[in-house]
Protein backbone atom coordinates (compact mmCIF):
# COMPACT_ATOMS: atom_id res chain seq x y z
CA UNK A 1 0.00 0.00 0.00
CA UNK A 2 1.37 3.76 -0.72
CA UNK A 3 0.93 5.97 1.15
CA UNK A 4 -0.93 9.48 -0.18
CA UNK A 5 -0.89 12.10 2.80
CA UNK A 6 -0.23 11.89 6.71
CA UNK A 7 -2.23 14.42 8.81
CA UNK A 8 -1.34 15.21 12.02
CA UNK A 9 -4.01 15.87 14.35
CA UNK A 10 -4.05 16.06 18.38
CA UNK A 11 -6.99 15.09 21.16
CA UNK A 12 -6.64 15.25 24.11
CA UNK A 13 -2.83 16.35 24.57
CA UNK A 14 -2.13 13.31 22.43
CA UNK A 15 -0.70 12.94 18.92
CA UNK A 16 -2.22 11.13 15.95
CA UNK A 17 -1.86 10.82 12.35
CA UNK A 18 -4.31 10.32 9.68
CA UNK A 19 -3.19 8.29 7.01
CA UNK A 20 -4.47 7.98 3.71
CA UNK A 21 -3.31 5.36 1.36
CA UNK A 22 -3.85 3.64 -1.49
CA UNK A 23 -3.04 0.27 -4.04
CA UNK A 24 -4.81 -0.54 -7.08
CA UNK A 25 -8.27 0.72 -6.65
CA UNK A 26 -8.58 1.10 -3.31
CA UNK A 27 -8.04 4.06 -1.17
CA UNK A 28 -7.87 3.10 2.97
CA UNK A 29 -8.22 5.82 5.67
CA UNK A 30 -7.54 5.42 9.04
CA UNK A 31 -5.77 6.75 12.37
CA UNK A 32 -2.43 5.98 13.78
CA UNK A 33 -0.89 6.61 17.38
CA UNK A 34 3.05 6.05 17.46
CA UNK A 35 3.08 4.47 14.35
CA UNK A 36 0.00 1.93 15.44
CA UNK A 37 -3.17 1.57 14.06
CA UNK A 38 -5.56 3.35 16.71
CA UNK A 39 -8.61 1.20 16.08
CA UNK A 40 -10.24 -1.52 14.53
CA UNK A 41 -12.01 1.02 12.35
CA UNK A 42 -10.55 2.01 8.72
CA UNK A 43 -12.52 3.73 5.84
CA UNK A 44 -12.21 2.23 2.68
CA UNK A 45 -13.32 3.41 -1.02
CA UNK A 46 -13.11 1.22 -3.76
CA UNK A 47 -12.34 3.22 -7.29
CA UNK A 48 -14.03 1.53 -10.51
CA UNK A 49 -11.34 -0.24 -12.91
CA UNK A 50 -12.16 2.45 -15.25
CA UNK A 51 -11.01 5.56 -12.70
CA UNK A 52 -7.19 6.66 -12.06
CA UNK A 53 -6.91 6.32 -8.08
CA UNK A 54 -3.99 8.83 -8.16
CA UNK A 55 -6.20 11.12 -10.04
CA UNK A 56 -9.06 10.93 -7.57
CA UNK A 57 -6.35 11.62 -5.10
CA UNK A 58 -5.22 14.58 -6.11
CA UNK A 59 -8.69 15.63 -6.61
CA UNK A 60 -11.39 14.29 -4.52
CA UNK A 61 -12.40 15.81 -0.98
CA UNK A 62 -11.03 12.93 1.48
CA UNK A 63 -12.77 15.89 4.15
CA UNK A 64 -15.48 14.30 5.47
CA UNK A 65 -13.95 10.74 5.75
CA UNK A 66 -11.57 12.56 7.89
CA UNK A 67 -13.77 13.81 9.88
CA UNK A 68 -15.09 10.75 10.49
CA UNK A 69 -12.27 8.82 11.32
CA UNK A 70 -11.43 11.56 14.29
CA UNK A 71 -14.41 11.12 15.31
CA UNK A 72 -14.04 7.45 16.46
CA UNK A 73 -10.99 8.40 17.75
CA UNK A 74 -13.24 11.86 19.87
CA UNK A 75 -16.21 9.49 20.76
CA UNK A 76 -13.94 6.50 22.10
CA UNK A 77 -16.06 3.85 19.27
CA UNK A 78 -13.39 1.23 19.34
CA UNK A 79 -13.19 0.87 22.87
CA UNK A 80 -16.73 0.91 23.28
CA UNK A 81 -17.50 -2.26 20.39
CA UNK A 82 -15.01 -4.12 22.40
CA UNK A 83 -16.39 -3.85 25.55
CA UNK A 84 -19.72 -5.49 23.93
CA UNK A 85 -18.48 -8.55 24.23
Same mark, same amino acid.
Given at each position: ?? +?? =??????????????R???S?? +?????????????S??????????????? =?? +?? *???? *??????? =????????????????
Amino acid at each position: ME +LY =KKIPWQHNSLEYEIRIMFSDK +LINILAFKDNYPQSGFRYQVQVPKSNDVK =KI +LE *TADF *THIVEAV =KDDIREDRWDKLLKQN
